[in-house]
């Protein structure tokens, strides 16, 4: 008990500014995990979605679903290219200033209004404006890392599927997909730690994650050095340890069967 509170008063004499906000920054990790779970799962939705519109065939079809299909396509083409093709940053200023204003609003909110509305933008809008923003995000990229992995598969294995009696769908969701999914442990994984550092721009709208606690303790104590390398420790603790689980997770499910 006595070493333990001789560790507690060596790092409060030699850390302050870590140990005055060490809660603020325990919960920032968590907040910061927990984003980046949160957006890679709505991303991984998203990007399956768009993957399949990208590859999906219509073998018969009149001309008013072939039709759909190829607007979705297009429609499909223009997110990822916008999305990949901006920074994120400016993204997160655009969802918070701009498009969550449109959807959650008291008065004349497209999803969400009244007090509903009123109490979701007071108390979560930055951090649901900071998810939607990541999410929207990270599905772009997600849709090419899916669309990739569902080219590498062999096409003989579709037309093997389709000649046992299996329809399109069928096929695509017992026999390609599960295939894919597989191939797709480590770009998965990668995407995961980006958002998990990406998660660090969301400071800039007040969202109470890792490096948000680092602007705050900085701001309070006028010094930039114990707070910020604080947190460039921890964000580099968390991805070795990320990448060191999703290479075991890759490792373990290797389409090969290697150990």
């Not at 990739?148 to 579709?158: A, L």
């Given at each position: 008990m006595n070493s333990e509170t001789g560790l507690i008063q060596l790092f409060?004499?030699?850390f302050p500014i870590i140990y005055e906000y060490r809660q603020m920054f325990f919960f920032g990790v968590l907040a910061t995990i927990g984003i980046a779970a949160i957006a890679t799962f709505f991303g991984v939705i998203l990007g399956l979605c768009n993957a399949l519109i990208r590859v999906i065939k219509i073998e018969k079809g009149n001309a008013v679903t072939r039709g759909i299909l190829w607007l979705l396509q297009q429609c499909s083409r223009l997110y990822v290219t916008f999305f990949r093709g901006t920074p994120l940053f400016v993204q997160i200023l655009v969802w918070y200033f701009v498009w969550s204003p449109i959807l959650v609003h008291p008065q004349h909110g497209l999803l969400i209004d009244g007090e509903l509305a009123r109490h979701l933008r007071q108390n979560y809008g930055a951090l649901i404006a900071g998810v939607l923003a990541l999410s929207v995000n990270s599905g772009a990229y997600i849709t090419e890392i899916f669309r990739?992995?569902?080219?590498?598969?062999?096409?003989?294995?579709?037309e093997a599927a389709r000649s046992l009696g299996l329809s399109y769908g069928q096929a695509m969701r017992y026999i390609i997909l599960p295939q894919t999914v597989r191939r797709m442990l480590g770009p998965l994984g990668n995407e995961f730690i980006t958002l998990l550092k990406d998660s660090s721009l969301l400071a800039v709208i007040a969202v109470p994650e890792l490096a948000y606690a680092a602007k705050s303790a900085a701001g309070r104590f006028s010094t930039m050095e114990e707070p910020y390398y604080f947190i460039s420790l921890i964000y580099l603790l968390l991805t070795i340890v990320l990448a060191w689980f999703f290479a075991r997770l890759e490792k373990k499910y290797n389409t090969d069967g290697n150990r």
């Open positions: 409060s004499q030699h990739s992995g569902i080219k590498s598969i062999d096409r003989g294995q579709m």
